[in-house]
C-alpha cells in the first residue's frame, strides 16, 4: 500500500503527540506512528506515573493545538519554586521560595500525570480528521531525496511525505538512519517516580530538597479523596536507587520520609514505583535532509527544572513558525530549524548538567558552596528575576 501526507511523525510520545494535534490545527495532513499503544490509565500496567509541568510559554502553543481546554481542568498551578538544601544536618535546612509573582500574574506552570496527558491527546487527535494517528507500527526505513522522503512502516505501508519529524526518543532510528551522531553524558544516577500523599496541604508549591546523590522533587498534584497529593522523582546513584526499588513498603517509607526533610509532613506512598535512568543527550545536529530531529531524538536532560519537555514544546513552536514561511522540509526551513533551536539546546543541557554534579556532589565543602551560591541567586533581585526568566524559557 502506498501513501501520501504533509507530516510523516515517528515517535508517539507527549512530545509526538503534541506535535501532531498542533501541526493538524493548522490544517496539515499529519501520520503519526508509534510502536507501542499509549497507555491511558494511571492504575494499568507500564503506565507512565511521572509528571509533567509546561512552564508559561507553553500554554499557548497548547491552546493553538486544541489542548488547553482539554488539560486545564486536571492541571495543579506551579506559583512557587522552592528549593531546600538539606545537606548539613547540624543544622536547619537552607529554604528560599521562588514566587511567580515576582514575574507577573500568572504561575510558573501547570502539572500533569504523563499518562493523563496521553489519555487527553489521543482524545484530541481523534477529533481530527488530517490526523491519522497509527498505533502499533513504527518506522522500520527511511529513503530521502531533495524534493520527498519516502518511508515504510513496520507493517509495510509506504508512505511519500515532504517532511519527517522524528520524535521517536533517545534512541531515535530515524536520528541513525540519518547518520547523526549524539553526545551522551552518563552520571550513574537513576530516578524513582511514584506519587505521594501527605498531611500539609501544597499550597502549589513546587520543592526541591538537596542532600547528594540528586535532587529530591515534589510537584502538586490534585488532591485525591480529600488528601493532598504530590509526584515525586528521588534520583540517586544507581545501585542506591535499585536499592530503593526492592525495600518493604515501610522500609521505603521511612528511606522516603528522611530524605524529604520532612517539608509536607509525613509521606504516604499512593503508588507504585517506576525507575528511570539518567543521562543528557545532545545530537550533532537537529536537521537532515528532509527531517527535523525534536524531543528526546534531539535532547535529553535530568529532570531538573522542568526542561525536558519544555525544550521540546520549544522545538514545536520552531517549526510550527518556519513552516509558516517555508516549504514544508526544505533545506532552508531545517537549517533554520538548526540555527534556531541548537545554541539554546546546548547551554541548556550544559546548564543542567552542572546543576546535576552540584546536586550530585558529597562533600561539604561542595556543599555549602552551593547553598551559599542558592542564597546570593534568591537574596540579589535583578539576578533571581533573570534566572526565573531564563528558567521560563528566554533565552541566555
Same mark, same amino acid.
Given at each position: 500500500?502506498?501513501?501520501? #501526507?504533509?507530516?510523516?511523525?515517528?515517535?508517539?510520545?507527549?512530545?509526538?503527540?503534541t506535535a501532531a494535534a498542533a501541526f493538524g490545527a493548522c490544517g496539515h495532513r499529519v501520520t503519526l506512528v508509534d510502536p507501542t499503544p499509549p497507555i491511558t490509565d494511571g492504575d494499568a500496567v507500564g503506565a507512565d506515573l511521572r509528571s509533567t509541568a509546561f512552564l508559561q510559554p507553553a500554554r499557548a502553543l497548547l491552546q493553538e493545538a486544541g489542548l488547553w481546554d482539554r488539560l486545564a481542568p486536571f492541571a495543579s =498551578?506551579?506559583?512557587?519554586?522552592?528549593?531546600?538544601? =538539606?545537606?548539613?544536618?547540624?543544622?536547619?535546612?537552607?529554604?528560599?521560595?521562588?514566587?511567580?509573582?515576582?514575574?507577573?500574574?500568572?504561575?510558573?506552570? &501547570?502539572?500533569?500525570?504523563? &499518562?493523563?496527558?496521553?489519555?487527553?491527546?489521543?482524545?484530541?487527535?481523534?477529533?481530527?480528521?488530517?490526523?491519522?494517528?497509527?498505533?502499533?507500527? /513504527?518506522?522500520?526505513?527511511?529513503?530521502?531525496? +531533495?524534493?520527498?522522503? *519516502?518511508?515504510?512502516?513496520?507493517?509495510?505501508?509506504?508512505? #511519500?511525505?515532504?517532511?519527517?519529524?522524528? /520524535?521517536?526518543?533517545?534512541?531515535?532510528?530515524?536520528?541513525?538512519? /540519518?547518520?547523526?551522531?549524539v553526545r551522551t553524558t552518563r552520571y550513574g544516577q537513576k530516578a524513582l517516580a511514584f506519587a505521594v500523599t501527605h498531611p500539609m496541604p501544597h499550597d502549589n508549591v513546587s520543592t526541591e530538597v538537596h542532600r547528594s546523590g540528586g535532587p529530591f522533587t515534589l510537584v502538586p498534584l490534585p488532591d485525591r479523596d480529600g488528601q493532598p497529593r504530590s509526584a515525586i522523582v528521588w534520583m540517586d546513584d544507581g545501585p542506591e536507587s535499585l536499592r530503593r526499588m526492592n525495600l518493604a513498603p515501610d522500609a521505603f517509607e521511612a528511606e522516603l520520609n528522611d530524605r524529604s526533610a520532612g517539608v509536607m509532613g509525613r509521606?504516604?506512598?499512593?503508588?507504585?514505583?517506576?525507575? &528511570?535512568?539518567?543521562?543528557?543527550?545532545?545530537?550533532?545536529?537537529?536537521?537532515?535532509? *528532509?527531517? =527535523?530531529?525534536?524531543?528526546e531524538? =534531539?535532547?535529553?536532560?535530568?529532570?531538573?527544572g522542568a526542561q525536558g519537555l519544555n525544550m521540546s514544546l520549544a522545538d514545536i513552536r520552531a517549526l510550527l513558525d518556519l513552516s509558516t514561511t517555508h516549504d514544508m522540509g526544505s533545506a532552508a526551513m531545517l537549517e533554520g530549524y538548526h540555527r534556531a533551536r541548537y545554541k539554546d539546546?546546548?547551554?541548556?543541557?550544559?546548564?543542567? +548538567?552542572?546543576?546535576?554534579? #552540584?546536586?550530585? /556532589?558529597?562533600?561539604?565543602?561542595?556543599?555549602?558552596?552551593?547553598?551559599?551560591?542558592?542564597?546570593?541567586?534568591?537574596?540579589? #533581585?535583578?539576578?533571581? *528575576?533573570a534566572m526565573m526568566e531564563l528558567g521560563l524559557g528566554a533565552r541566555g
Amino acid at each position: 500500500m502506498h501513501e501520501t #501526507t504533509d507530516i510523516l511523525i515517528s515517535g508517539g510520545g507527549v512530545a509526538g503527540l503534541t506535535a501532531a494535534a498542533a501541526f493538524g490545527a493548522c490544517g496539515h495532513r499529519v501520520t503519526l506512528v508509534d510502536p507501542t499503544p499509549p497507555i491511558t490509565d494511571g492504575d494499568a500496567v507500564g503506565a507512565d506515573l511521572r509528571s509533567t509541568a509546561f512552564l508559561q510559554p507553553a500554554r499557548a502553543l497548547l491552546q493553538e493545538a486544541g489542548l488547553w481546554d482539554r488539560l486545564a481542568p486536571f492541571a495543579s =498551578a506551579l506559583h512557587t519554586m522552592r528549593i531546600v538544601d =538539606a545537606s548539613n544536618p547540624a543544622r536547619e535546612p537552607v529554604v528560599r521560595n521562588f514566587e511567580s509573582s515576582d514575574l507577573g500574574d500568572a504561575p510558573f506552570g &501547570w502539572n500533569l500525570p504523563n &499518562w493523563l496527558l496521553r489519555r487527553e491527546m489521543v482524545a484530541q487527535l481523534a477529533e481530527l480528521p488530517n490526523v491519522d494517528f497509527r498505533p502499533g507500527t /513504527a518506522t522500520a526505513r527511511v529513503q530521502t531525496r +531533495t524534493h520527498e522522503a *519516502r518511508v515504510t512502516l513496520l507493517d509495510g505501508t509506504r508512505i #511519500t511525505t515532504p517532511f519527517v519529524i522524528a /520524535a521517536d526518543g533517545r534512541n531515535s532510528p530515524v536520528r541513525e538512519q /540519518a547518520g547523526i551522531s549524539v553526545r551522551t553524558t552518563r552520571y550513574g544516577q537513576k530516578a524513582l517516580a511514584f506519587a505521594v500523599t501527605h498531611p500539609m496541604p501544597h499550597d502549589n508549591v513546587s520543592t526541591e530538597v538537596h542532600r547528594s546523590g540528586g535532587p529530591f522533587t515534589l510537584v502538586p498534584l490534585p488532591d485525591r479523596d480529600g488528601q493532598p497529593r504530590s509526584a515525586i522523582v528521588w534520583m540517586d546513584d544507581g545501585p542506591e536507587s535499585l536499592r530503593r526499588m526492592n525495600l518493604a513498603p515501610d522500609a521505603f517509607e521511612a528511606e522516603l520520609n528522611d530524605r524529604s526533610a520532612g517539608v509536607m509532613g509525613r509521606l504516604k506512598l499512593a503508588s507504585r514505583l517506576t525507575i &528511570w535512568p539518567i543521562i543528557s543527550q545532545i545530537a550533532e545536529r537537529f536537521d537532515a535532509e *528532509r527531517t =527535523a530531529l525534536m524531543a528526546e531524538a =534531539a535532547h535529553v536532560v535530568p529532570p531538573i527544572g522542568a526542561q525536558g519537555l519544555n525544550m521540546s514544546l520549544a522545538d514545536i513552536r520552531a517549526l510550527l513558525d518556519l513552516s509558516t514561511t517555508h516549504d514544508m522540509g526544505s533545506a532552508a526551513m531545517l537549517e533554520g530549524y538548526h540555527r534556531a533551536r541548537y545554541k539554546d539546546v546546548a547551554t541548556r543541557v550544559a546548564g543542567i +548538567t552542572t546543576l546535576n554534579r #552540584t546536586s550530585q /556532589a558529597g562533600q561539604p565543602m561542595v556543599q555549602a558552596l552551593r547553598a551559599r551560591g542558592m542564597q546570593m541567586l534568591h537574596d540579589v #533581585t535583578p539576578v533571581r *528575576r533573570a534566572m526565573m526568566e531564563l528558567g521560563l524559557g528566554a533565552r541566555g
